[in-house]
């Protein structure tokens, strides 16, 4: 079945330095890739995403590419902040021969950024 | 444009009770999902609705969980009997397609202790 592998945390980084958390996939097919963000007694937003390989989502300084060749979407952003502090989460999507495109997700890796 | 909403966000029950929780879609969104969240760990999926129709119940234990998506009204996750091991976080989130290229978009959860 489809699964989604993250590093495990908790890491902690100095404001102003640069973030990467792994992502790697099993997937049948070609999935559409997310991450989400998980902020403390919250809901997860999506943070960005990429539909097909060698697409890259960015947002909010944040990005991602969808590496197909190694089944990954590593998490990266040059400069983190405090407010960056959270939960991020890797997950697939893909459409099998049912209708569902249910999330997977992986375990989530807490960022704590100190000043 | 209101987000998912759910409610409660915090409900407490005693062992054998009945826990109903409710998700009501972003506006023109016909697809709903139910993620079960444990402690530190991800989210998991339960079951994937339509308007009055059950698409995929693959994630929902096989006995005292059921769900439903009437025409009219939210979304009704419901426990029977209660028991400490269904104390979690319940993600809603709804899309307005079934494709995997869209993104689904999350409610704040309801976060479910039994004592």
């Known amino acids: 079945g489809d699964s989604v592998t993250q590093m495990e945390g908790p890491v902690t980084l100095s404001e102003e330095a640069f973030l990467t958390i792994n992502c790697t996939y099993t997937?049948?097919?070609?999935?559409?890739l997310f991450w989400y963000v998980q902020y403390p007694g919250e809901g997860l937003q999506l943070l960005l995403k990429?539909?097909?390989?060698?697409d890259k989502g960015s947002n909010k300084g944040f990005e991602a590419t969808y590496r197909k060749e190694t089944t990954s979407f590593h998490l990266e952003k040059g400069s983190v902040q405090v407010s960056d502090s959270a939960v991020y989460f890797c997950?697939?999507?893909?459409?099998?021969?049912?209708?569902?495109?249910?999330?997977?997700f992986g375990t989530g890796t807490r960022l704590q950024v100190t000043l | 444009n209101a987000g998912v909403m759910q409610n409660p966000r915090h409900l407490v029950r005693r062992r054998g009770q009945e826990a109903r929780l409710r998700c009501s879609p972003m506006?023109?969104?016909?697809?709903v999902y139910w993620y079960r969240q444990l402690p530190e760990e991800g989210l998991k999926f339960m079951v994937y609705?339509?308007?009055?129709?059950?698409?995929?119940e693959s994630g929902m234990p096989k006995e005292r969980f059921s769900a439903e998506f009437p025409k009219e009204g939210p979304s009704i996750l419901r426990i029977q009997q209660v028991v400490r091991g269904d104390s979690a976080a319940y993600f809603c989130?709804?899309?307005?397609?079934?494709?995997?290229?869209?993104?689904?978009?999350f409610g704040p959860g309801t976060r479910l202790t039994v004592l």
């Open positions: 989130a709804s899309s307005p397609t079934k494709e995997s290229g869209n993104e689904q978009f």
């Open positions: 997937a049948t097919g070609y999935p559409s």
């Open positions: 990429a539909t097909k390989a060698d």
């Open positions: 997950a697939l999507s893909a459409l099998n021969t049912g209708t569902a495109s249910k999330l997977t």
């Open positions: 506006k023109g969104h016909s697809h």
């Open positions: 609705l339509q308007k009055e129709n059950i698409i995929d």
